[in-house]
């Protein structure tokens, strides 16, 4: 079983579309996280949520919203989509509110916008 | 503020060579470090890591000692093989709420046989 999943993996889509990625982890934590990987691997926090709570919501375009139904599941949705945003986007869990917690990251969404 | 300075790459080195990859750091307050391995096509997986100053953290050959004086976590394997080939990253994050992992920017490294 994967412990961190995310759907989709593969996603090209047209400038000014909405899209959303949906991430599911089967480990009991409590914390998830969405990250962003650019086109140089550089990987950057967007997003974090503890039991259903904004924790961590760092200097993103108001367009990305995160949403989080339960404690399981940590979905990403994007408005009006920029070239700029196709990048890979990781989701991941830990449990706990400590940053020293090991982190568990999924394989990645690897979204291209035309 | 927080940050992560790793070695630019790509490193290329021939199977069985001795292989380091420098990591320092910059931090205010007491950082737990990390190396995360990103394969190709694959996600980040956690390699080691250290909690506290002298710790080493070690796995599947690879190792790296917290030097709270250098502020260094450099990454060393003693015989690299063709399937270590790919993009090491370190980092680092604080033990407090609402911390996330901060990155550095990657190294990726190369086995050729």
């Known amino acids: 079983d994967t412990a961190v999943s995310q759907t989709p993996k593969y996603l090209v889509t047209q400038m000014g579309n909405d899209k959303s990625i949906k991430c599911e982890q089967n480990l009991g934590h409590d914390t998830m996280y969405w990250y962003k990987q650019d086109s140089k691997k550089f990987l950057k926090i967007m997003f974090s949520?503890?039991?259903?709570?904004?924790?961590i919501n760092e200097t993103v375009p108001n367009r990305f919203s995160p949403k989080s139904p339960d404690k399981a599941h940590l979905n990403l949705h994007i408005n009006s989509l920029e070239l700029g945003d196709s990048a890979v986007y990781f989701c991941?869990?830990?449990?706990?509110?400590?940053?020293?917690?090991?982190?568990?990251f999924g394989e990645g969404s690897w979204l291209t916008v035309v | 503020g927080n940050s992560v300075t790793q070695m630019e790459g790509p490193v290329t080195l021939s199977e069985e060579a001795f292989l380091t990859i420098n990591c320092t750091y910059t931090a205010t307050g007491y950082p737990s470090l990390f190396w995360y391995v990103q394969y190709p096509g694959e996600g980040l997986q956690l390699l080691l890591k250290?909690?506290?100053?002298?710790d080493k953290g070690s796995n599947k050959g690879f190792e790296a000692t917290y030097r709270k004086e250098t502020t260094s976590f450099h990454l060393e394997k003693g015989s690299v093989q063709v399937s270590d080939s790919a993009v090491y990253f370190c980092a680092l994050t604080f033990n407090q709420a609402g911390t996330a992992l901060i990155f550095g920017k990657g190294t990726t490294l190369s086995v050729s046989s």
């Open positions: 991941a869990s830990s449990q706990g509110r400590s940053g020293r917690n090991t982190i568990y």
């Open positions: 949520y503890n039991n259903k709570e904004l924790i």
């Open positions: 250290a909690t506290k100053a002298d």
